[in-house]
């Protein structure tokens, strides 16, 4: 295969060779950029002026810092290039840099003629194949210039020393396949003038309109699979919380509630209610839809169940949060474990409105909102 007349498809794998060395990255041969770190370009860098081309290159797998890709919005978290003590901007390969000007770009009323396009890739952990995420821009639709690229703080080091990192918001837009023509064109520096660029993306260059690749799961009702974590890094996260609260499971009360707040953020007032006889614990509170003084208030009730990750959740449980919501009100399931496969079934069949949080939703919150596994030790000692 000539990876050098391959059409990008999202999704589909690209294969290097299979030498056991840096020569198997299939990326120089597929896009023209080097075999470097995650960060790599056409053009020069770090003014947006002069780049023709970004690559984002990601493992998804750092626990430090997880990039995530989001499929159902669209929406892909990328964290920079300053993973040691230095200042924020001072990188090697000035990607922290590229990432200011970016978003910067993506602010400013005036940079509507030229920006380079921005390529997302995975690894697969079969040699240095990848896989192609999408055609991505920067920013998302609801987010403001101080929401969509973040200094974060994070400490390393026996010495506990801190520095600065970006996080930074991309959009996944829809453009199911960039065609080898195009990338031809942005090679000779015929970007946006290129017959061959796709319509969502000048859309968002000449009027920063947003249109993600949105990607419903199909599947609604979640196995008992698909609601534990399977990987290392994942069980020994769940591990940490459930050893924590295992004889303390009213404690667990309070855990569960901040767990809710870092997945929903609008969540207002909280309020724990008093034990009940079955050793359980609500918390009743209060979540904001809209912005403003044009915003409204929703009622919820939140149940927390700090079970075995082999124990999961059934109807009898279930149907004690059902029964305590109200008119208008909806219910939060956080547990460290599952929701049965006749509980969850149960909950979709007659549309309940029911956030269910389960061990795996727990560990993405954690890996997304928190950081290392030591931060999220932090994190829980605070509670």
Known sequence: MDLSREDLVVDRVYSGSRNGNASDDPLPSLLGVDNGAGFRHLGKRPGIETLKLLVLKTNLNDPDWPDHLNTETGLFIYYGDNKSVREIHDTPRQGNLILRNLFDARHRTDCFGHFPPILLFSGTGEYRDVRFLGLAVPGAQNLGPDDDLVAIWRSTGTENLRFQNYRATFTVLDVPVVKREWIDDIQKGDTSTSMHAPGVWLDWVKNRKFTPLYSPHTIEIRSKEQQLPRDKDGLKLLSLVYEKYKDRPVDFETCAVEI?????????????????RDGGRDAIGRYRIGIGPGSIEVEFALEAKCYKPDSGVGVKELSRLLSRLRYRQFGILVTTSYLSAQAYCELKEDKHPV??????????????????????????ESM
């Open 260 to 276: 809710a707040r870092l997945s929903m953020p609008d969540i207002g007032d909280c309020e724990i209610t008093r034990p009940w």
């Open 355 to 380: 956030v269910v949080i389960s061990a795996i939703d727990i560990i993405d919150i954690f890996k997304e909102r928190i950081g290392s596994f030591e931060a999220v030790t932090r994190w829980l």
